[in-house]
């Protein structure tokens, strides 16, 4: 397997909590390294162009209005098949559903406050670290 990367995002209802730590430790007990990070306050104009894909769903509105509800952690993780790795430890994105020591299984509140985000390809990997990171602030 390839060493790749992913996007990670830890949502308000994680940052609020302050769980990032706590993530950020499962992370590494999993075998990722956190190769950028940084905390921001997403703007209204971010989340709506971020979560463009949604834009059509029901809960377009809600999403983008709750990532910009308070500081996010947006970071770049580095591992082996990290896309995979990374949905995996997530855990569904219903925590209901989400097996025992993921993160939406341990840490998410509910579906709407499920802690954390994770590029679901390497592709959207690829454009979503871009929309956050410059490539001289990935290093690692």
Same mark, same amino acid.
């Given at each position: 397997?390839?060493?790749?990367?992913?996007? =990670?995002?830890?949502?308000? @209802?994680?940052?609020?909590?302050?769980?990032?730590?706590?993530?950020?430790?499962?992370? !590494?007990?999993?075998?990722?390294?956190?190769?950028? $990070?940084?905390?921001? +306050?997403?703007? !209204?104009? $971010?989340?709506?162009?971020?979560?463009?894909? +949604?834009?059509? /769903?029901?809960?377009?509105?809600?999403?983008?209005?709750?990532?910009?509800?308070?500081?996010?952690?947006?970071?770049?993780? !580095? /591992? @082996? @098949?990290?896309?995979?790795?990374?949905?995996?430890?997530?855990? &569904?994105?219903?925590?209901?559903?989400?097996?025992?020591?993921?993160? /939406?299984?341990?840490?998410? $509140?509910?579906? !709407? /406050?499920? =802690?954390?985000?994770? =590029? @679901?390809? &390497?592709?959207?990997?690829?454009?979503?670290?871009?929309?956050?990171?410059?490539?001289?602030?990935?290093?690692?």
């Amino acid at each position: 397997m390839a060493t790749e990367r992913t996007l =990670s995002i830890l949502k308000p @209802d994680a940052t609020q909590r302050n769980l990032t730590g706590r993530i950020n430790a499962m992370f !590494e007990e999993n075998g990722f390294r956190i190769v950028a $990070q940084k905390r921001i +306050h997403m703007s !209204e104009g $971010q989340a709506k162009e971020f979560y463009a894909v +949604h834009k059509e /769903r029901p809960f377009y509105g809600e999403l983008w209005s709750f990532m910009i509800s308070g500081p996010v952690v947006v970071q770049v993780l !580095e /591992r @082996d @098949d990290a896309v995979a790795k990374n949905r995996e430890l997530m855990g &569904a994105t219903n925590p209901a559903n989400a097996a025992l020591g993921t993160i /939406r299984g341990v840490i998410a $509140q509910g579906i !709407e /406050r499920n =802690s954390v985000h994770g =590029s @679901d390809s &390497a592709e959207n990997a690829a454009i979503e670290i871009a929309f956050f990171f410059k490539p001289e602030e990935i290093v690692g």
